[in-house]
């Protein structure tokens, strides 16, 4: 196998040092790094002069379409994707066709992820039965197959009945399972176009009101306080669900959250074009929701950032505004969103990328060997970014076979130059390497 020397590079954004990866570890650090570099004849060095290094990123919220949707996605290209973004890990959602609520497809993703082979694919089970929410899915049964699924979520649609999701909070504590909440309340998004506001009211779309979010979040904190089980709240998208997260961990419910790149940088303005790219479940919201998340990010009341990478046919998105379906596409674009909002305004540092993108992810899905730190003797799962680098986003340069990204023709910071997978580089000059 062949051992990778990254010299000069910058740990998590700290001093610049050497780092040696082989035999599918960080070997060595500092001064050792290049001695034990030069007793083997497999070395191949890479220069890390101005480059950031960070452990291999590690996503909760993805959406890979295989099986069923393979028009819009499927693991193969989402992978690539994910390790251009810098990812070395991806958890796959449910609502696949058939949906992933058993033990036989559940095992079908993960084992489509390791023939593919670019970043670990780790499945997230369906709470009920065909996303429906009327019946628990085999939750025992996934968590005790092959791809030993820990995170459980019907995303895209709610867990509405709170018997249910209790009962899903109590079932998942036998193997120290997390449910992952979309928390929409049906009723009151019944026909919502876009966020309600100002911008829905000039637009004459029927607005999604902030509480259909707030209101399960609020309910399902309390339920997983109840029963001392584990909650993730899904792509956090407005201020009083910041507040009400904020509240909870206040009395310490096991709950955690994440938020999206695009909630962090985009706000329903973007709506006044009527371009289905924007259109997006939970919607863009306002300027003043936008400050918010990225206070909750940067202040820890947010844990994590999830792409909620949603790629979709061109037939699905190329159409009218009403007919658009919702779902935008991140992998390769998370990174350099999260530089742009956080890290180069000063909120967060390079560090703190680390934990909100990779160590606290890994952790809430239970991903023993990713996530780690950047330590002699740990994983060689290791992303290299260029933080001095601009690009402009192309639609036809994404690996992803969907187009349907928001950034199109935008300016964005950082690059990602490499990706190492257990030491493996699967992106080297930023480009998809064997």
Known sequence: M?????TGVAPLGGDPTDILLADGVIAAMGSDAAREALARDDVVTVAGAGLVALPGLVDTHAHLREPGREDAE???????????GGYTAVHAM??????????GVVEQVFRLGQAAGWVDVHPVGAVSVGLKGEHLAELGAMAGSAARVRMFSDDGACVHDPVLMRRALEYVKAFDGV???HAQDPKLTQGAQMHEGVVSSELGLTGWPAVAEESIIARDVLLAEHVGSRLHVLHVSTAGSVEIIRWAKSRGIAVTAEVTPHHLRLTDEYVRSYDPVFKVNPPLRTAADVEAVRQGLADGTIDVVGTDHAPHADEDKDCEWAAGANGMLGLQTALSVVQETMVDTGRMSWADVARVMSGKPAEIGRVADQGRPLAVGEPANVTLVDPNATRTIHRDELASRARNTPYAGM????????????????????????
């Open 2 to 6: 062949t051992s990778y020397l990254i």
């Open 74 to 84: 499927t693991v193969e290209t989402g992978s690539r994707a994910a390790a251009l």
């Open 94 to 103: 449910a609502n696949t066709d058939p949906v992933a609520d058993t033990a």
């Open 179 to 181: 449910i992952a909440q």
């Open 411 to 434: 300016v964005l910071p950082g690059a990602v130059v490499a990706t190492f997978l257990r030491g493996r580089a699967t992106v080297l000059d930023g480009a998809l390497n064997r």
